[in-house]
Structures are given as C-alpha cells and as structure tokens.
C-alpha cells in the first residue's frame, strides 16, 4: 500500500508541478483558448432586425396561433343578447361575499360605476342629466338577471354603457357583481 502512494506521488509531482509552471508563465493579456466558440459569441439580433436564421427573415416573430398573453383570461362570449343569455347559464361568480370582497366591490364599483349608476344602484348617478339614464339595480329585471349575464355586460358593453374589461379587472367585475346583489338585498328588505 505504501509503495502504490509512493508511486503516485512519484508520477503525480512532476505533472503537477509543470502543470503549475505552464499555468505561471502565462500571458495575462492574451485571451485563454475557448471551447465552443459559437457559444461564448452568439450573434445578438434586435427585435426589429433582419434575421437570416428565423422564418420571414425577421427577428420578431408573430406568436404560436393560440397563445394567451400573460395574465389575460380569454373571454369565450361574443356580444349580443344570445351571447349574455349563454354567459348568464354558463358563468358563476367565483368569490363569495366576504368583506374583503364586498370592500373591494364598492371601491371599484364607487370608482366606475356610480358615476351613471348612482352610490346605491338607482340610476341616478351625477352624469344623468347629461347623459340618458341607465337601469336601476333595483328592478325585478335586473334582479333576475344571472351574474354570468352581468359579467358578460361589465366586460363587452351593452346599450350606451361601453365595456369596462379594460378598466376593470375579471376579479375586480365579479366583486362589483357581489355589492351589487348586496345593494338588491338591502333593497328587498
């Protein structure tokens, strides 16, 4: 056992040592030797650049067909009333009537909805006497309308009232959904 550590030594010591000189000796002002090349200095394209190497020959390139943007929800319902009727069927509010969310509901619905809806859902907002009156909250039509339809109305629009999906978050419209059942049930009683 002693002879085999001796013998390693014996060969080891000497290439390390030149190893150890090699490395000493050397120019500090000339580059090392890189291996893969390619890898180290990959040509950099700009966004709108010319790129021989893609399709089209352009750096940007147009998304995969079905890609969603980060933090977007696609919303399947196109507009019109058939539309609203298939929403209201399909889509349940997803929160409950915490007071987290109903905080939050009023917040928003006091920030974008009050101004033509009034404070309490009446139709009687600040902008009414410019601008034609939108339904109350407080009709037996509204009240029976799904909240699924009344998301479908927040988000693309109906009548004179423009869509708010750009505005308005989805969390944000089914919590302003949540106050406005709150304010139908105070109402009713």
Excluded at 37 to 51: D, R
Excluded at 114 to 120: D, E, I, L, M, T
């Amino acid at each position: 056992m002693k002879n085999k550590i001796k013998w390693v030594i014996t060969v080891l010591m000497p290439v390390v040592v030149l190893v150890g000189i090699g490395a000493l000796r050397r120019d500090l002002t000339v580059r090392n030797l890189e291996w893969p090349t390619q890898m180290e200095y990959s040509p950099a394209y700009l966004s709108q650049t010319e790129n021989p190497v893609l399709p089209g020959e352009m750096t940007e390139q147009a998304p995969v067909p079905g890609t969603i943007p980060r933090g977007f929800l696609p919303f399947h319902y196109g507009s019109g009333p058939q539309e609203a009727e298939r929403a209201g069927r399909e889509l349940r509010n997803p929160f409950q009537a915490t007071g987290e969310n109903l905080a939050r509901g009023e917040y928003i619905f006091s920030t974008y909805c009050a101004v033509c809806h009034g404070a309490r859902g009446a139709g009687d907002g600040p902008i009414i006497p410019k601008y034609p009156n939108p339904p109350s909250y407080r009709t037996a039509r509204s009240r029976a309308l799904p909240d699924g339809t009344m998301f479908h109305v927040i988000t693309l629009g109906r009548n004179n009232m423009p869509s708010h999906a750009a505005q308005v978050s989805a969390e944000d419209r089914w919590k302003v959904i949540l106050l406005i059942r709150k304010l139908q049930q105070a109402e009713a009683n």
